[in-house]
């Protein structure tokens, strides 16, 4: 079955980086939308980003364009993060689902991942 397993949290300074890991197991299609998701204490989750396996192709949520990098490692994704900032603490989890013909792109998964990881957190704090 499909694993998802989330690493690379931790503590950082605002305005440091920290690179988040992937890793999943499991995949029986090429055709697979892997997302990164937040949560914020006290707050919903939220979309952060998200890469197709078959094409490469990625999409970010506005606020995380040009600050966070998305991109495959092994059959999972990485998601490299720079000037962080304190409302940047949260729990990272890493999902994935199988893409069919109703979504050309990534994005079209977000609302409906099949598969979840435990999540990893990272704290920003000085």
């Known amino acids: 079955q499909v694993q998802l397993a989330e690493s690379g949290g931790g503590s950082v300074q605002p305005g440091g980086s920290l690179t988040l890991s992937c890793e999943a197991s499991g995949f029986t299609s090429n055709f697979m939308a892997i997302g990164w998701f937040r949560q914020a204490p006290g707050k919903e989750r939220e979309e952060v980003s998200c890469?197709?396996?078959?094409?490469?192709y990625t999409y970010y949520k506005g606020p995380f364009k040009g600050r966070f990098t998305i991109g495959r490692e092994g059959a999972g994704a990485y998601l490299q993060m720079n000037n962080l900032q304190f409302d940047d603490t949260a729990v990272y989890y890493c999902a994935a689902a199988r893409m069919t013909t109703r979504y050309r792109y990534c994005s079209g998964y977000l609302r409906d991942m099949t598969y979840w990881g435990k999540g990893t957190t990272v704290t920003v704090s000085s």
């Open positions: 890469i197709s396996t078959n094409d490469g």
